[in-house]
């Protein structure tokens, strides 16, 4: 039988509980350093609050340590991470290989041991990588996003010891995961420190060798979102056991958006397939709202390499959120002077906007404007919006919606509550009712309720009644049903009687831990594979890590603290490739528009473009 995980992100613990509320069987969550997110760090005692709330359900915590960490911050991060494990955590999700030493020594000194994940930041690529970590002692490999389903095979089948874990939905890096140095390079700020300024995000020129420009002022590295929805089984048959939502810094409605949309589609195959899945946690979620991701951020969505084949998959021209295409503006008119202005918008009839509403659009300039409807009117083939004066706005252009109003409210009014299912065997006699609880985890719980009855029931098929219906009701997180009610006798008992026995049982079952599914753990091997020769894209950073990749052999070490920006240094490798996107690739028969190389500028930096097309990749580097 395969588990499968949905693994939800966490800005806060607050956050993390209303993604386990919605059906996500684990949440990753950063600690107070160290995490590849800088704004979404959490004090420990959050922590521990966020894995109090999942061990009801069975759900994990994966804390983040995955940053690169510097000589002088290991004794510092060795303590974090006691820290982080003191709280309860199940996971820590690791780029720097000096965390394996680091936890050794912990467990040497007395901590418990922990189970460790190897990061996507450690560009997991092909099996012969996935080889190397896993013999680390690694239980889970997060591998690179821009893989297809038949590599995804190959590198499960290469390390058979390790749980597979792959991002299904969220934002996409264009540049492979952990090897992205732009951001180092532009502003000094390490995206392998957490501290990335989104450079694929920024808007650029392409211009040729002979300075003609090609393209003019767009977001060129600019990827739309990850959405695999609807490919859930398929990568669960090519061995991946968890299925990540990538958002740490999303809030919360996103989140629970997101996070129940596919738990849902979780629940489908495990519905389909009974004999060879089941949820990684407990608990069925009921009262939620109906989740709907195009009303959620999103760039656009697209699936990426999963089939081997590209596509089109830039947002090149809005590197923000548009949100769901409404139409087009059929008229502007705006009062400056009474600070108002009415938009009338072409749209379907099934198209029904609500006051307060977010829009967006593309202004002239090229930038995203947004704009919130005051008074939304629906009309029978339009819509108009009365809002604040917009000097951008413009017959003709596409209006999109950014923010459903009544769709948010919604998520707050039924934002999901999650129960844990528990069977009543029930026997009734005249001074005793005794009941067996035995939750869908395999708790079992056994207790004797004395009634004090003095006389009994004179309508017994009421009576019947009146203690099933009061025992099959729910109490704390625990949803009671009755299995099977025998009855010896018939007291007479009161429903408080019956609901004071649900309380009860409901706090016996929170004194028993839950049996919650066993997580991977990893072993190092004797034999660790051969390592080729280091570089600075191995990120090493301290003795250990380099220590480490001496032990396997790896020759080169000293240049592996090269700095990556150095001129000419290669800045980016990523599968997408502007040419292939402009349709002037000449590997697809494009006949050549431009005199090569190309170029990327930007604030009057100079990128030059590679392209490997034997490996179907392209590069960015510094000119």
């Not at 590198?155 to 992205?180: D, R």
């Not at 009309?379 to 950014?402: T, W």
Request: net charge neutral.
């Amino acid at each position: 039988m395969k588990d499968l995980e949905l693994l939800a992100p966490a800005r806060n613990a607050d956050i993390g509980i209303a993604a386990i509320d919605c059906g996500a069987d684990a949440v990753y969550i950063a600690g107070p350093h160290f995490g590849a997110r800088q704004a979404a760090g959490n004090d420990i005692s959050e922590i521990r609050r966020l894995c109090g709330y999942a061990a009801k359900f069975g759900a994990r915590v994966f804390v983040t340590v995955n940053t690169i960490i510097y000589e002088d911050e290991l004794p510092q991060a060795k303590e974090m991470i006691r820290q982080t494990v003191e709280a309860g955590v199940d996971a820590l999700i690791v780029q720097d290989l000096a965390v394996i030493r680091l936890v050794e020594e912990l467990v040497a000194e007395g901590m418990r041991k922990i189970t460790l994940h190897a990061s996507t930041q450690s560009a997991i690529l092909n099996p012969e990588r996935a080889e190397f970590l896993a013999s680390l002692g690694y239980a889970r490999l997060i591998l690179e996003r821009e893989l297809s389903l038949a590599q995804i095979r190959e590198i499960a089948s290469a390390a058979p010891q390790c749980e597979i874990e792959f991002f299904v939905h969220g934002a996409l890096c264009v540049c492979y995961s952990g090897q992205c140095y732009m951001s180092e390079a532009i502003s000094g700020r390490s995206a392998n420190r957490g501290a990335c300024i989104q450079a694929c995000r920024s808007r650029y020129d392409l211009v040729d060798a002979a300075g003609k420009v090609l393209v003019k002022d767009k977001a060129l590295l600019s990827l739309k979102d990850y959405n695999l929805r609807n490919r859930l089984s398929d990568l669960a048959e090519a061995g991946v056991s968890s299925f990540k939502i990538e958002g740490r810094l999303k809030n919360e409605s996103y989140v629970r958006n997101v996070v129940r949309d596919y738990s849902m589609a979780l629940d489908q195959i495990v519905a389909a397939h009974p004999d060879r899945y089941r949820r990684a946690s407990f608990g069925k979620v009921t009262k939620s709202f109906a989740p709907a991701l195009d009303k959620t951020f999103n760039r656009g969505y697209t699936e990426l390499y999963i089939d081997g084949v590209k596509g089109k998959w830039a947002s090149m021209d809005a590197a923000k959120g548009m949100g769901e295409e409404i139409g087009k503006i059929i008229s502007v008119k705006q009062d400056l002077r009474r600070g108002s202005a009415v938009i009338e918008v072409e749209c379907p009839a099934a198209c029904k906007l609500n006051n307060g509403d977010g829009f967006s659009f593309v202004a002239g300039t090229g930038d995203v404007i947004g704009f919130r409807g005051d008074v939304c009117e629906n009309l029978h083939k339009s819509a108009r919006i009365i809002c604040k004066p917009c000097e951008y706005l413009y017959k003709g252009a596409k209006i999109f919606r950014n923010l459903d109003s009544a769709f948010e409210k919604e998520i707050m009014r039924n934002p999901g509550t999650r129960m844990m299912g528990v069977g009543l065997d029930v026997s009734v006699e005249m001074d005793r009712i005794q009941v067996a609880a035995v939750t869908e985890d395999g708790r079992r719980v056994e207790k004797d309720f004395m009634t004090a009855a003095t006389e009994q029931a004179t309508n017994t098929e009421r009576l019947e009644s009146m203690v099933r219906s009061q025992l099959t009701k729910n109490s704390g997180i625990y949803e009671f049903s009755v299995s099977s009610l025998e009855f010896l006798d018939y007291p007479m008992v009161s429903s408080a009687f019956l609901n004071s026995i649900r309380r009860s049982l409901s706090e016996a079952l929170e004194q028993v831990p839950v049996n919650a599914r066993a997580l991977a753990e990893g072993s190092r091997a004797v034999n660790i594979p051969q390592c080729a020769k280091t570089s600075y894209k191995n990120n090493i950073a301290n003795h250990i890590a380099a220590q480490t990749y001496l032990e396997a052999g790896a020759a080169g070490i000293e240049e592996a603290y090269e700095i990556a920006h150095q001129k000419g240094a290669e800045l980016m490798r990523t599968r997408y490739c502007i040419r292939h996107e402009l349709g002037i690739c000449p590997k697809q028969g494009a006949a050549p528009k431009a005199m090569q190389p190309l170029f990327l500028l930007n604030n009057g930096r100079r990128f030059a473009l590679g392209f490997d097309c034997r490996n179907c990749e392209m590069t960015v580097s510094e000119a």
